[in-house]
C-alpha cells in the first residue's frame, strides 16, 4: 500500500513538474517573441536595459503571439500544438534576422550605477517580487470559482483546445457569444504546452500576466520617474483589493487593463519625445485590446481621442499617425466582427442605439453618478484615486500640461465610458453588484492608469520644483 | 561591481530566494491526482458503468457510440472533471445491477468498471 501511495505521489509530481515546464516554455517563447520585437523596433544598447525592458518584451509577446493565434483561427487554420508552438518561434526568428540585416547589434554590458537610488530600487524590486511571490502560492492553489470564467471563458478555451476551431454551435450559443476570443485562444495554447485542460494550474498563466505587466509599468515609468517615487506606486496597486489580489482571476479584465495602461503610457510619452517604437508598440496593445473584450474597443478609442487633444499642438506630424494607428486597430478588430455577424451573434453595442439623448433619460444621471461612484471608491481601489488626482493638479501646475491634459481626458473619458455603458444598455441595473452591471470591473482600468499615471505626473511635477534634469514634460 | 552594487543584489535576492525556501521546507503542496476522479462504488447509492477514459473526446465519443451500438443505451462521453472524458452508463440503481450489467457487458468483450454515480 505504501509503496502505491510512493508511486502514485511520483506520478503526481511528475504530471506536477510537466505542466509547470510547459507553462514555462511558452512564456519563455512569448518573452523571446516580444524581445525580438523590441530589438527590431528599438534596439538594446545595454543588457541592463534589456532586463529593463523585459517585462513590456513579455507583454508585446503575449499580444502579438496571441492576436496572430486569434486571427488564425478565425480564418479557419486549425488551432494544434503546431501553430501554438510555431507562430511564437517564427515572430522570434524573423524579427531577430530583420534586426541583424538592419545592423541592430547585440546589447552590450552596462552599469547598474551606485547612487541611493540603486538602494531604492533594490528594495522596491524586493518589496515587489515578495507580493508577487506571495501571489503565486495563491495562483497555483487556485479552483475556477467566478462566474464568467467556469460560465464562458474557460468552456470557449477548452473548445478550442480539444477541437482546434471556433465551433459554431458552442461559441454562438455560450454567454458572451460576441467577446473577441484572445483570451480563451491564450487559454488554449496554455493547455497545449501544460498538456491538458487543467483549470488550476492555468491560473498561472495569469498570475504571469500579472508579473508581466508589474516588470512592463516599473520598466516604462523608471525612464522617467525617481525610484523613490515610482516603487511605492507598484507596491500600491498590487496591494489595492480589486488589482493585486486578482491577478490569478482566469477572465479578460485585468489583461484588457494591463495592456490599456502600457498604451496610454507609450502614448503618453510619444507624444513627449515621438520615438516611433513607442506608437508601433502601443498600436499592436490597444490591437490586442480589441481582440479582448468589447470594452476594448471603446478603451481604445477614448485613448487616441486623449491622444489628439494632448498632441493638437504638434497636430501636424502627430495627427496622422495616431490616424495609421487607429486604421491598424480597426484592421485587427474587423475579423473576429465578421465572424459573429456572419454566424448570427447580437452584436457588442448598445440595445438603446447609443448616442440618442432621448432614449432612457431617466438612466442618465444615475448612469455617471454610478461611474463616479465607483471611481471614487476606496473599497476597490484603496487611496489610488486621490493620490492620482492630487498628482494631477500638481503636475499642471507645474506646468506639465501634456501629461496632465493627455492622463486627465484620458481618466474623464473613461468614467464618462463607464456611465455611457450603464445608459445606454437599459438591461444593466444601476448597481455596483457585479452580476448586474460590468461598471466596476470596467472602472478597474481607470483606478489602473491612475496608479500608473500618478508617479509619471509627480515626477514632473517634482523636476519642476527642484528645476533639475528629469522629466521634460512641457 | 561597487560594494552598494552587492548590497542592492543582496536586498533584492536575499528575501526573494528566502522566501520561497522558508515555505517549501515545510514541504510541498499536494494536489489531487487524477486517479482520485475515480471514486469506488458505494452500496446504496447510484453506481456509474465507466467503459473508460481517454485525453482525446472524439475518441471518447467514437467509444461511446461503440458501447451504445451492441446494445448498452444511454451511454454517453462525458469529461471527468480531471481533464480526460468518461464513457459511461451513468444512473444504475444499485450496486448489485451494476454487477448484472458488468457481468453482461463482459459477453460482448467489453469490461466496464464500477464508480460511484455523479450527482448530475
Known sequence: MGERRGHRHREDSTLNAYALAGLVVLNLLLLASGTGLLWLLRGFDTWLELGRLAGLAYVLGVVTVGSLWTLLLIAGIPFSLWIVLVVPVAVTVGSALIARRRGRSPPRGGSVGAGNSLIVTAVGISATGLLLEGLFRMSRLSGLYWWDAWSFWIPKAKAIYLFGNLDVEFFTTLPGSSYPPLVPVLDAGAFHLIGSADVVTLHLQYWLFGVGFVWALAGILAERVPAWILWPFVLLLLVAPRIGRRFHITEADLLLDYLFVLAALLVAYWILDRARWRLVVATVLLSGMVLTKREGMLLAAVLLLAALLASARQWRSAWPALGVSAGVVVAVAAPWRIWYVVHGVAGEGPTSGGLDPTANTERLWPSFRLAFDVLLSSDYWSVIIPVALGALVLAAFARAYVLAVFFGTLVALVTLGGGWITWVIPELEITQELGANPIVRFMGSAALLCAAASPLLLAAAWSAVTAREGVDAT | ?120
Not at chain 2, 58 to 77: L, N, P, R
Request: glycine residues 10%.
Open chain 2, 1 to 120: 561591481m561597487t560594494a552598494r552594487a552587492w548590497v542592492a543584489v543582496a536586498i533584492v535576492l536575499v528575501p526573494l530566494l528566502g522566501y520561497p525556501l522558508v515555505t517549501l521546507a515545510g514541504g510541498s503542496p499536494r494536489f489531487p491526482s487524477r486517479e482520485e476522479c475515480v471514486r469506488s462504488p458505494v452500496e446504496g447509492q447510484p453506481v456509474d458503468l465507466v467503459f473508460g477514459r481517454f485525453d482525446d473526446p472524439e475518441v471518447a465519443a467514437e467509444t461511446a457510440d461503440q458501447v451504445v451500438a451492441v446494445g448498452f443505451i444511454g451511454t454517453e462521453a462525458f469529461p471527468d472533471g480531471c481533464g480526460r472524458w468518461k464513457v459511461v452508463l451513468g444512473g444504475v440503481p444499485s450496486l448489485e445491477t451494476a454487477r448484472e450489467i458488468q457481468a453482461e457487458a463482459a459477453t460482448v468483450d467489453l469490461r466496464p468498471t464500477l464508480e460511484l454515480g455523479s450527482e448530475d
